[in-house]
């Protein structure tokens, strides 16, 4: 099966919504700093990091659950990031980051991540619990992973 059915089939289930609540994203960290591209290193024109594109676009699935896309927004998808990777040559390797959510019950929360294109879980803990927000880490790339988030 190709991956967008895979990808449609995370948001199947979503009913109507008594209580609608936003997410936030609050913080987003990573041990790398790997660039979009690099800037003179002046404050008026400084790089543009790959945690600065990282893209999460939660929905609300029910009162306690969400499923959000998360992935790198490259700006450059003729760009070879893995010499001698074949059809996989373009593909952003991927790369550990940290997110801050706020808007969920941090006490109660649980989350996992697939990735529709291979079919498979990726790997996704909660490292940091509050009261209104938890941290996570996950493993990201250029292709939407699927972060669903419950905490009820």
Not at 53 to 73: C, E, G, R
Request: glycine share 10%; aromatic share 8%; no cysteine.
């Amino acid at each position: 099966m190709p991956p967008w059915p895979r990808f449609a089939e995370t948001v199947r289930g979503a009913g109507r919504i008594g209580r609608v609540r936003a997410l936030s994203l609050q913080r987003v960290a990573d041990r790398y700093q790997h660039t979009q591209f690099k800037g003179p290193g002046t404050a008026g024109e400084p790089s543009l990091y790959n945690r600065d594109v990282l893209t999460f676009l939660p929905f609300q699935m029910s009162a306690h659950s969400w499923v959000a896309p998360t992935y790198v927004m490259t700006r450059d998808v003729t760009h070879v990031a893995r010499p001698g990777g074949g059809a996989n040559r373009f593909d952003l390797p991927e790369e550990p980051y940290q997110l801050t959510i706020g808007g969920v019950n941090g006490r109660r929360a649980t989350v996992g991540l697939y990735d529709p294109i291979t079919n498979k879980r990726a790997p996704a803990r909660i490292v940091t619990r509050r009261r209104n927000s938890i941290t996570i880490e996950l493993l990201a790339t250029d292709a939407p992973r699927m972060l669903s988030i419950t905490d009820g």
